[in-house]
T-cell receptor
Framework: AQSVTQLGSHVSVSEGALVLLRCNYS??????LFWYVQYPNQGLQLLLK??????LVKGINGFEAEFKKSETSFHLTKPSAHMSDAAEYFCAVRLNTNAGKSTFGDGTTLTVKP | DTAVSQTPKYLVTQMGNDKSIKCEQN?????MYWYKQDSKKFLKIMFSYNNKELIINETVPNRFSPKSPDKAHLNLHINSLELGDSAVYFC???????????FGSGTQLSVL
């Protein structure tokens, strides 16, 4: 079984400020971890993923995340927020099984202030 | 060249009606899914099909019946629609053993 907790349903930052979106997971086996972004009235798009190997993962649009097994965390960061980053962000965990289901966190709404 | 396409984009209907949502993917993926996103944006898996076989059924009322005529298509039929069925329904696909999900743009279902 697996679960995902996103701390903070709403995060607001100023343009140019650091973005930090928190995600903690629970999994009985080593998981695959993902961050997806959803812009208004659109489907989800993959930002980045961790499967194995390097624990610091770089994704699109300047985002990155670090897998910390000891903390069961996979927080998403971006050094400098842009207005276009305003969206809904979802952390997800998936077990390494055939057709394994992805379990999503409840989402974090990121607002970027000018 | 939309990778995962679903139709219709919007669906407004009365309680008690039966409706279908269609989904097609041109990525050659073996696995397709239906997710439901409620008004609070919580995203929950409903069904998963792998090569036309049902793999995951997440305690969804049997008014919801997925149908996969081939591995590129996964349709969702809903009988006797209820107010609580109002949500955005997303189709997605992935390769077996490949973890990334590709999502369609969603179908906004409103039951009046």
């Amino acid at each position: 079984a697996q679960s995902v907790t996103q701390l903070g349903s709403h995060v607001s930052v100023s343009e140019g400020a650091l973005v930090l979106l928190r995600c903690n997971y629970s999994s009985s086996v080593p998981p695959y971890l993902f961050w997806y972004v959803q812009y208004p009235n659109q489907g989800l798009q993959l930002l980045l993923k961790y499967t194995t190997g390097a624990t610091l993962v770089k994704g699109i649009n300047g985002f990155e995340a670090e897998f910390k097994k000891s903390e069961t965390s996979f927080h998403l960061t971006k050094p400098s927020a842009h207005m276009s980053d305003a969206a809904e962000y979802f952390c997800a965990v998936r077990l390494n099984t055939n057709a394994g289901k992805s379990t999503f966190g409840d989402g974090t709404t990121l607002t970027v202030k000018p | 060249d939309t990778a995962v396409s679903q139709t219709p984009k919007y669906l407004v209907t009365q309680m008690g009606n039966d409706k279908s949502i269609k989904c097609e993917q041109n990525l050659g993926h073996d696995t397709m899914y239906w997710y439901k996103q409620d008004s609070k944006k919580f995203l929950k898996i409903m069904f998963s099909y792998n090569n036309k076989e049902l793999i995951i059924n997440e305690t969804v009322p049997n008014r919801f019946s997925p149908k996969s005529p081939d591995k590129a298509h996964l349709n969702l039929h809903i009988n006797s629609l209820e107010l609580g069925d109002s949500a955005v329904y997303f189709c997605a696909s992935s390769k077996v053993n490949n973890e990334k999900l590709f999502f369609g743009s969603g179908t906004q279902l409103s039951v009046l």
